[in-house]
T-cell receptor, first 114, second 114 residues
Framework: AAGVIQSPRHLIKEKRETATLKCYPIPRHDTVYWYQQGPGQDPQFLISFYEKMQSDKGSIPDRFSAQQFSDYHSELNMSSLELGDSALYFC?????????????FGPGTRLTVL | GENVEQHPSTLSVQEGDSAVIKCTYSDSASNYFPWYKQELGKRPQLIIDIRSNVGEKKDQRIAVTLNKTAKHFSLHITETQPEDSAVYFCAGTMFSGGYNKLIFGAGTRLAVHP
């Protein structure tokens, strides 16, 4: 079965650079969530989208922005990167309108900021 | 907002023993409680979930119980095996426009010794 796809899997950036993370949800899933997981920590909710509209916002810095496109893929844009942004970034998808409340996670993007 | 607390933070058992992880939540409106297993550097994987209209759910060696009155839920793993070693996260959902972001507990690192 098709799963959530994330790219790139690994990303190394310098401080103050920008990064773009991409997420392709499971086919027919219209809701996308982004989570940030620091070393030894639980995943922290950043932002979510439903039908291309932002549906909720969590602890996402103003330096970050995201959107969901017409094909339901989503991109997380991160600017003015800081050392503390180094983490695993997970995207998850679900389809609540079809009763699929479960969130299925992608493999994650490991971002390292030097 | 929702707050999920998870105990213990680490758990060490002998192969074949049972393991129990407990979580409490604060928002009485939460109605969906998934459990995720995460191996080092990998994605969280849903292993079982429970909805608030159910008190107990079982899937082979894994079971989850929910006490809505006390606002706590627990994961039970019987006949543990070394491959059960991982970090386990409980989560609760707080309704937010119908598209539920997951609020995670801090995680329990389970070690199963042969």
């Amino acid at each position: 079965a098709a799963g959530v796809i994330q790219s790139p899997r690994h990303l190394i950036k310098e401080k103050r650079e920008t990064a773009t993370l991409k997420c392709y949800p499971i086919p027919r899933h219209d809701t996308v969530y982004w989570y940030q997981q620091g070393p030894g920590q639980d995943p922290q909710f950043l932002i979510s989208f439903y039908e291309k509209m932002q549906s909720d916002k969590g602890s996402i810095p103003d330096r970050f922005s995201a959107q969901q496109f017409s094909d339901y893929h989503s991109e997380l844009n991160m600017s003015s990167l800081e050392l503390g942004d180094s983490a695993l970034y997970f995207c998850a998808s679900s389809a609540p309108d079809r009763g699929v409340n479960e969130q299925f996670f992608g493999p994650g993007t490991r971002l390292t900021v030097l | 907002g929702e707050n999920v607390e998870q105990h213990p933070s680490t758990l060490s058992v002998q192969e074949g023993d049972s393991a129990v992880i407990k979580c409490t939540y604060s928002d009485s409106a939460s109605n969906y409680f998934p459990w995720y297993k995460q191996e080092l550097g990998k994605r969280p994987q849903l292993i079982i979930d429970i909805r608030s209209n159910v008190g107990e759910k079982k899937d082979q060696r894994i079971a989850v119980t929910l006490n809505k009155t006390a606002k706590h839920f627990s994961l039970h793993i019987t006949e543990t095996q070394p491959e059960d070693s991982a970090v386990y996260f409980c989560a609760g959902t707080m309704f937010s426009g119908g598209y539920n972001k997951l609020i995670f507990g801090a995680g329990t690192r389970l070690a199963v010794h042969p």
